[in-house]
């Protein structure tokens, strides 16, 4: 029989439909094997076009001067950085003002790397820079919420090739983001324990869902995962928003990330994946009972009407069986 | 600069992207153009493959004694039809049996029939048999509710061709319906008022987002519509339940839908969508604030990390140009 499993945390139903499971080899990307340059003439993001963007707001160069990671304003922001946070109502008509940041931080100078098979150390720079910008964007006022976020692929809804992440930064805090905390906030009242702290102890107790663990992070398919192979990379350290991440956690970081999304590169063939870096809202830090962490969601599915519906979602694949098709990949 | 819109019914937060805006010509659906034929040899759901689904369950018939629309068990069920509800919680792992009610409506005989292009009497029927089979499941006392959509296109989630809705009854209330009851609740304590019949009123006061006026329906690009061409179909009558439509209700909403898929279908060449009917939950009616509506929702963008780690959406387009589009776009 399909169980219907809850998310402790979240409260996400999801229906783990056994009638449509299906094999891990069954998600395998089958997207056409493209081989990219090094370099491509019309890409925005690579060295020499460096006019087709606006101006960069941070940079990280190599030994000789150029530029390793650079980051600038979105062309296409989502939010613009100009202007003041107002709140108008009228009727039904109710607004905000679409002022923030909408940052891209392009992750490499070549337009072929590809996360996972980059070294340690550029991925820990990285990781770096995500860091740095989010504190930037902290000191903006106007902020309420900051999202870094990584597309990866078509599916993923990325329009870019060349490797990138985003930073978004908006002025409210919306509903999700709120029932999330409120449900922690219960948690931590009913039990005293940071209910991510609960889950992870949990994970590591049962083991049967843990993808990779190293010295700070834990990745695992979350016992009631939304889709096939999403997983959640948790720090062991109880911390409420990213920006406290420390210098050791970050070479962790790097570390965990690496092997982990380099399972999924291999394991099923290179799919498209969006990340997140899940962080407590900027003005309400002291929130004991919030733990940050990142969400990693390929895309293998599609969501249809039931998802809209309902706001649940179906997963045709069993996350134990996930987990342990993923430890089973070797890497390197 | 861009507006972050609220839906003041759900609270959906979207923010309404000028910088990214694009002209409704631009969404216009690039998918290869395939010519059916009426009947298609390996479809399970073409006359003559009767036996490649599971028995039907309901069944309407044409004057020569053939079926014309047919209900089946769906062949690979999210939920199963037999067993009992039992809760299950053991530390962090929290479920219910998925057992309920997963039917497929196959709407017409006619392989390539498109809803739009149907007759009005035939989409007529099928919004017969769609209530006949909501109150057909609410008899059942493990349901707790019932979502009837439909996943046009492989985009939608689609995965057979044949014209086909579906519906599935589940032993549990996600907390998204949860929230957006709750939501209307306060709105009427607040205001004696039903905010969805609230937001119809206002709605017909602008005009400027209306799409289809019908005798008792009206569909309308919402104010905070969450993607391009976004709808809403709303009865004029209030009623919590769709399955307390009536006669002259289903002959209008038939016309209604009609002209608004069509335009959807002249205007973006066919594109994929999906539509869920958004009703209240099956054991608690009495809810004098609650109000059913049809959204549609075509797919022609990607979801990626922003909104996956928000909740929130990014809209493209302006509700009002898509509302505009619309209307001006003449149906037969």
Redo the contacts between chains.
């Keep these: ?6 998310n ?1 945390a979240t ?3 999801v ?3 056994t ?2 499971a299906k094999r891990p080899e069954d998600f395998k990307s089958t997207k056409e094997k493209r081989t990219l340059s090094e370099i491509s003439e019309k890409c925005p993001f690579c060295p020499g076009n460096e006019h087709m963007t606006p101006y960069e707001t941070y940079v990280v160069k190599d030994e000789f001067n150029k530029w390793k990671i650079r980051v600038i304003p979105n062309k ?5 950085q100009e ?1 003041t946070v107002e709140y108008r109502s009228e ?9 923030g940041t909408a940052e891209v931080i392009i992750e490499s100078n070549k337009h072929n790397d590809i996360l996972p098979l980059m070294p340690e150390k550029d991925i820990e720079q990285i990781i770096k820079v995500y860091k740095e910008r989010y504190i930037a964007a902290e000191k903006d006022k106007r902020i309420k ?1 900051i ?1 870094i ?3 990866y692929g ?5 329009s870019i090739e060349h490797p990138h992440s ?1 930073l ?1 930064a ?3 805090v ?4 709120r ?1 999330r905390i409120e449900e922690a906030m219960r948690y931590y009242d009913e039990t005293g324990e940071c209910v991510f702290c ?2 992870l102890n ?2 590591l107790r049962y083991q049967e869902r843990i993808v990779v663990e190293t010295g700070h992070f834990v990745s695992f398919v979350p ?1 009631a995962a939304l889709a096939p192979f999403h997983m959640w990379v948790l720090p062991r350290r109880h911390m409420e928003s990213f920006g406290d991440i420390n210098d050791n956690e970050i070479t962790d970081l790097a570390k965990n990330l690496k092997i982990t999304l380099s399972k999924l590169y291999i394991g099923l063939d290179n799919p498209d994946y ?5 962080s407590v809202p900027v003005n309400e830090k002291g929130k004991e009972y919030y733990h940050w962490y990142i ?1 990693i ?1 390929p895309r293998l ?6 998802e ?5 979602s ?1 997963n045709s694949s069993l996350p134990e069986n996930d987990a342990k098709f993923l430890r089973e990949i070797k890497v390197r």
């Design positions: 029989m399909p169980e219907i499993r809850q402790i409260k996400e139903w229906v783990i439909s009638e449509r296409y922001p989502a939010v613009v202007g009727g039904i008509k109710r607004c905000v003002s679409g002022v919420m999202i976020f990584k597309n078509e599916q993923a809804g990325a985003q978004i908006i002025p409210v919306p509903f999700h983001i029932y609960k889950m949990e994970e016992y969006n990340y997140v870096i899940r969400t969601m599915t599609k969501t249809a009407g039931f809209i519906g309902t706001g649940m179906i």
